[in-house]
Structure formats: C-alpha cells, structure tokens
C-alpha cells in the first residue's frame, strides 16, 4: 500500500501547455503540501494545505494552482509551462497542521520536462 | 539565501566506519532540525531530528548531534551499512513557522 502516490511519474510537454499533477495520500493526514527540487538540488516548499484550507504559500508564479477537493488529495495544476518549470515535484503529507515538526511523509516525486 | 547549507555533495565511506554529514544553518530562530533520506526515484524519508534544547539525539545506528553556538548540526551513522547510500536532507524550522527550509543534500556513498 502505497502512503502518498503521485501520478504521473514522469511528464514530458512542451512550453505553453497546461499540466497537472495529481497527489493522494491514505494515511488519514490532515495536512498536504507541494515541493519543487529544482535542478540545484534545492527541495522549497510551495504550498500546503491542512483540511483543504491554504495554509503555506509560498511566492510561486500564479501559474501555479493547488487544488484540494478533499483532505487526501492535493492536485497541482501548471498552466502556460515554462522551461524553468522543469524539475521534480514532491508531495508529501503529515499528520498534524504543524508541519514542521510533525513528520512528514514524502510521494515518490512527478519529474516534469518542459521542451 | 541557502539558510541550511550542506558543503559536501558527496561523500565516500568504507563500510563498517563512522559517516558524518555536516551541514550549517545561518537563521538563528531555527528550533528544530531534521534529516531526512532519499533513495533514487524515492521521495525523502525521515530519519532523525532534534529540538534545540538538546544537543544530541541517538536512534540506533543515527546519531544527531548539534552545536548551536557554531550554528551546526552533523549526523552520524555507526556502523556504515550498503543500504545507507543514500542522499541525505538537513532542514531545520521554526516553532512560530509552519515550513521546513531544505539543505542541498550530501550524498553517501558506502564503499565494500
């Protein structure tokens, strides 16, 4: 049983299109988010959500929507792809809102190639 | 602003020796401090962490060991094992924030 899925695992578009990344978690967690690993290496923070409320927004592009139809799904939506957006996304989940010290439990990662 | 810096990309380790990883932080406020590990086409996954009221946690073969006067944190693995290879994330909070700030990652690489 997988604790946080993401689908796809790998996505490959081209510059312009609209994409989205969809993120489930079983474990009963309250709280979600969405991490960007860029090409540096860096894992930062994107969003988070805790019963569906925005709690964490980082300065993303507004290109970037986050949608939470119910507390075990996080979709991330990209529209007007650039190729900076290329990198590879990670949800991940926790139990509590505090999401800093509660521990959080990582999905596999969605790479995404903008050509 | 990297504000948890980890120097060493990489680092090699004979199997059965100690590895240390390293990594500074500038932000004096951060409270609380994790690792996390990461396998190839695996998300992270926790490993260890600890508050800054103490200057050293132990769980098992992981050591977390912090020195708030340097604004350093290192952990240590004893002893090294294959399935350690592995990427590892410092990151560190703040109890007022809700986010946790990512180093670079150091990958281990254990040696036969």
């Known amino acids: 049983d997988t604790a946080v899925s993401q689908t796809p695992k790998y996505l490959v578009t081209q510059m312009g299109n609209d994409k989205s990344i969809k993120c489930e978690q079983n474990?009963?967690?309250?709280?979600m988010y969405w991490y960007k690993q860029d090409s540096k290496k860096f894992l930062k923070i994107m969003f988070s959500?805790?019963?569906?409320?925005?709690?964490i927004n980082e300065t993303v592009p507004n290109r970037f929507s986050p949608k939470s139809p119910d507390k075990a799904h996080l979709n991330l939506h990209i529209n007007s792809l650039e190729l900076g957006d290329s990198a590879v996304y990670f949800c991940a989940s926790s139990q509590g809102k505090r999401g800093n010290t509660d521990t959080q439990y990582f999905g596999p990662g969605t790479r995404l190639t903008v050509l | 602003d990297q504000q948890v810096k980890q120097n060493s990309p990489s680092l090699s380790v004979q199997e059965g020796r100690i590895s240390i990883l390293n990594c500074d932080y500038t932000n004096s406020m951060f409270d609380y401090f994790l690792w996390y590990k990461k396998y190839p086409a695996e998300g992270p996954t926790f490993l260890i962490s600890i508050s800054s009221i103490k200057d050293k946690n132990e769980d098992g073969r992981f050591t977390v060991f912090l020195n708030k006067s340097a604004k350093h944190l290192s952990l240590h693995i004893v002893p090294s094992q294959p399935g350690d290879s592995a990427v590892y994330f410092c990151?560190?909070?703040?109890?007022?924030?809700?986010?946790?700030?990512f180093g670079k990652g150091t990958r281990l690489h254990i040696l036969p």
């Open positions: 959500y805790n019963n569906k409320e925005l709690i």
């Open positions: 474990l009963g967690h309250d709280t």
């Open positions: 990151a560190a909070t703040m109890n007022r924030d809700d986010k946790i700030i």
